[in-house]
């Protein structure tokens, strides 16, 4: 049997780590690449700053060069920022949170579609915070918004490749620590439907939630490239329907 190969970012922890490990566990040939390095046995491992642009092509070179094609790639690598108010918020750090949600997702499209190769399917790891616009959550639902934006635009640039940017669900991931224990809920409410959540089936780990996203791979083909897809859609249509208020 010929074995599936995927490309995932972020795989050092979190949500990107228990992509690797469900895939490898299920027999695909996986390559992943993160700033820490990933600890699992069987990974094609690359340590990279995806935002060092200028290094970023040979190092994907390096990693997947020597491939006839990808099934499936996974851009996964995001920084939440901190939650505050957008007027509070200064234009660096700004800036520094599009780099990695958006600009280094822009410059592997990029190498990849010069690459040329056969590239089945692509997945964008977005946000509902894209769509509903939080109190607090200015530079992160800024990036996805433009995440969402990305994807569209690059489905008319690779017309054989299906491409979604998909917003996961809530993951229980270091990322929730922040949100959970250190932000402010009072003054940002949207935290406390995350707090009540974790702890439930509401809000998986990193391993359960990868299940959940692979298990919708070929139901995402059935929407247009380029879509945004919430996973609730899919698994969940009332959960999706409270949350969005449709």
Known sequence: MIRKTAFITGTSS??????????????WSVYGCSRRGCDLSGIHDLRCDLTDFAALPGALQGLLG???ALDLVILNAGVLGE?????????????????VNLWANKAV?????????PLGQVVMISSGAAVLGNKGWGGYALSKAALNMLAKLYAHEFPDTHISALAPGIIDTPMMDHLCEDADAEAFPALQRLRQARGTEVMPGPLEAATRLVSVLPELKKYPSGSFVDIRQIL????????YGR
């Open 14 to 27: 979190g949500f990107g780590h228990g992509l690797a490990q469900h895939l490898l566990e299920n027999g």
């Open 66 to 68: 020597g491939l006839e």
């Open 83 to 99: 939650i505050r108010r957008l007027v509070e918020t200064p234009l660096e750090s700004l800036r520094q949170i599009m780099e």
């Open 109 to 117: 499209m990029d190498w990849l579609h010069g690459w040329g190769r």
């Open 236 to 243: 969940d249509p009332d959960g999706y329907a409270s949350l």
